[in-house]
């Protein structure tokens, strides 16, 4: 069966020059196993579409909500639906 926990992030291109090992680890920890990664230049910022359990589940046809990805100390990742 296929995954259902779909969802999309961003990170800055910027962030992701000066700190691609944090960036990788932080995929790493999310399980995040990705569908697309797209650099948007006219943004300057990387869209991150794929799975992760942190994604809540999606019905059939629905489009892959917006995250906000936080890292802390106390809670590890987490995944916040924008």
């Known amino acids: 069966m296929r995954n ?3 969802g999309k992030f961003y990170v800055s291109t910027e962030l992701l020059n000066s ?3 944090i960036i990788e680890e932080m995929l790493y920890k999310m399980r ?5 990664v797209e650099h ?3 943004a300057n910022r990387f869209e991150y579409i794929g799975t ?3 994604f809540n ?7 892959a909500p917006e995250y906000n ?3 802390n100390d106390v809670e590890g990742i987490t995944a916040e639906l924008v």
């Open 4 to 6: 259902k926990k779909i």
């Open 40 to 42: 948007l230049y006219h």
């Open 32 to 36: 995040f196993t990705p569908y697309r």
């Open 19 to 21: 700190s691609a090992p």
């Open 69 to 71: 990805i936080k890292i």
């Open 52 to 54: 992760s359990p942190l």
């Open 57 to 63: 589940e999606l019905e059939e046809g629905m489009e």
